[in-house]
């Protein structure tokens, strides 16, 4: 176990104007695209089926012999994020099952060991690395496969007795440290053999007061984010090593699947929401709860205004493609960003002194001091008031065709705008206003 001093000492002490610098782009970039792919594709019905449904190793290996993505096309994948306005991707590596996607001299329980015959992680970091995209690798923490990782009460074969005794025969054979090492190693080559790599989301850890669950000494968190920042300086990292209580211990905070009004608190943070189209994060086949294109915007918007990012997360099918419900929802976001994305990169929230007008939210970009104001609801007034603006903004239009919008001090409030609003809205579920402002 290491002690606080040292460990902050191993972290590193970079000033904050460094980690400013560091992490311009991503902040600049504000929206990703996650993807969850693995064998549990195949089963269609959950990333987490091997736990839920208590599957063993042997029991699980039907879908590793099955696993046979023909259709894996990331040139298509990265254009589709790239079309939908993502400026980052972040790919599971390995997800809890254990099964890796990239070519690990570590493990036999790998994608070129299957159907596939290749790396496929090499073949998402050329293509998305092709269309510009900055490349992200989300890794694992957790690993229900490996012969060493400590079974715990999450583990597919946790124990109907939760005795410690029981625990403890379970695990006699199972050496937590060669786990570590393991993922030393394996992180090793995800950093040195495929380029610069900008963002690691490694994910979940718990430590738990029965025992029984993990935390920062059970994974070698500290020694692990001092290699991860000696083999890429540059990277960015999320916050689920449990090491927040370090400076430098996490670069990111990650609000996980919260509703948009929980994003207000959040302000002032360093964060990204990370959200499902459906509820599950690999492909289910049968869930029918996928959010509304409305939903997705709001998600976008409401990161934005409150100065988060958002990471929307697409669930390939055991074949490599986005199916039709995904391919659907991405198209949909192309149309509104291609026309708006000005209101979404390098925006934050609007200064306090600006209140948004009835029904809509704003974001703000604080180099070019435009204003955009995001019409939830289309005033069939054909008026829009905004509220205390009046010698504040030289400048209105819409934002998908810069066309100018005409504005006056109201009659009744000299300190408010009003703004005329054609009776035809513009064909945006939510259209947006700039504004550019006077100081
Ligand atoms: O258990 C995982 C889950 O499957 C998924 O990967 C999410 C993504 O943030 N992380 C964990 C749950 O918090």
Redesign the pocket.
Known sequence: IVSPVLAQKMIGNETDAQKEKRMEWWKDDRFGM?I?WGLYSGAARH??VKHNEKIDNAGYQKYFDQFNPDLFDPQKWAAQAKAAGMKYAVL?TK??EGFCLFDSKYTDYKAPNTQAKRDLVREYVNAFRAQGLKIGF?Y?LLDWHHPDYTIDEIHPQSPKDKSDASYAALNKNRDMAKYRQYMRDQITELLTKYGKIDILWL??SFPRADGHGKGKDEWGSVELLKLIRKLQPGIIVDNRLNLEEYKDGADFE?P?QVSTKELLKYRGKTWET?QTFSGS??YYRDENTWKTHRQLLDLLITSTSNGGNLIL?VGPTARGEFDYRATRALDSLSHWMHANSTAIYNCTYAPDTYKAPDSSKLTYNQTTKRLYVHLYNYPNTGKLILPGYNGKISYAQFLNDHSELLYKPSASNTEDLVLTLPAKKPDYEIPVIELTLTN
């Open positions: 996650f969850h990333e987490w599971t997800h809890h989300y694992s994910d979940f990650t996980e990370c994060w690999g997360n």
